[in-house]
Nanobody, 124 residues
């Protein structure tokens, strides 16, 4: 059992930055893959990026070069999503999710546990 809690969302101007946190309990974050997804109003939930169990990261094209995922295996036991050069189209609720046998990081159906989400709003 894994519990995930996102935080760090908020309102930011275009071009700004935010760092989202995904605090985990139940298991150490290095023992599973963590994905970040987002869902804008009226749209499907979409993949942003993921860190695999071995530490490798994967990103969607729109996130490459702007977003960075990192992982803290210490007692913080958290995964972070650093988002830079934010644009209004990045506005969404951001979710983190845990997967134990991940083959396709972008497939949300492979993730077992989800957080409640944190709202990110980017103003123009």
């Amino acid at each position: 059992q894994v519990q995930l809690v996102e935080s760090g969302g908020g309102l930011v101007q275009a071009g700004g930055s935010l760092r989202l946190s995904c605090a985990a309990s139940g298991r150490t974050v290095s023992t599973y893959a963590t994905g970040w997804f987002r869902q804008a109003a009226g749209k499907e939930r979409e993949f942003v990026g993921a860190v695999k169990r071995n530490g490798e990261t994967a990103y969607t094209d729109s996130a490459k070069g702007r977003f960075t995922i990192s992982r803290d295996n210490t007692k913080r036991n958290a995964v972070y999503l650093q988002m830079n050069i934010l644009q209004p189209e990045d506005t969404a609720i951001y979710y983190c999710a845990a997967a134990f046998a991940l083959r396709n990081p972008s497939n949300k159906n492979e993730y077992t546990y989800w957080g409640q989400g944190t709202q990110v709003t980017v103003s123009s």
